[in-house]
Nanobody, 122 residues
Framework: QVQLVESGGGLVQAGGSLRLSCAAS????????MGWYRQAPGKQRELVAA???????NYADSVKGRFTISRDNAKNTVYLQMNSLKPEDTAVYYC????????????????WGQGTQVTVSS
């Protein structure tokens, strides 16, 4: 009933920028929390940044000052602006929609996107 579709990944040189987008579609009433996670080869998935429906944000220490998360509640879309990219930012980036309420239900769900590859060359 719900899909999260990510876009914007790619290959960039160190110091460059990328902007990721994630659009949630389906019978969505509301989404409490949207965020970006990443997983590098051989490592666990980690939180990069998250944003509430009210606009409160949280960032991993490793990306503070370089990445900016934002969202458009009307479009159920979350963005991640990534500046001053480093080779250690290389990973598959996943979009997450948490506390998602589907129209006509009272239950809350958690959805993930399929992931988009970000590769930063040195």
């Amino acid at each position: 009933q719900v899909q999260l579709v990510e876009s914007g990944g790619g290959l960039v040189q160190a110091g460059g920028s990328l902007r990721l987008s994630c659009a949630a579609s389906g019978r969505i009433f509301s989404i409490s929390l949207m965020g970006w996670y990443r997983q590098a080869p051989g490592k666990q998935r980690e939180l990069v940044a998250a944003i509430t429906s009210g606009g409160s944000t949280n960032y991993a220490d490793s990306v503070k000052g370089r990445f900016t998360i934002s969202r458009d509640n009307a479009k159920n879309t979350v963005y991640l602006q990534m500046n001053s990219l480093k080779p250690e930012d290389t990973a598959v980036y996943y979009c997450n929609a948490g506390g998602l309420r589907i129209i006509g239900t009272m239950s809350l769900y958690d959805y993930w996107g399929q992931g988009t590859q970000v590769t930063v060359s040195s």
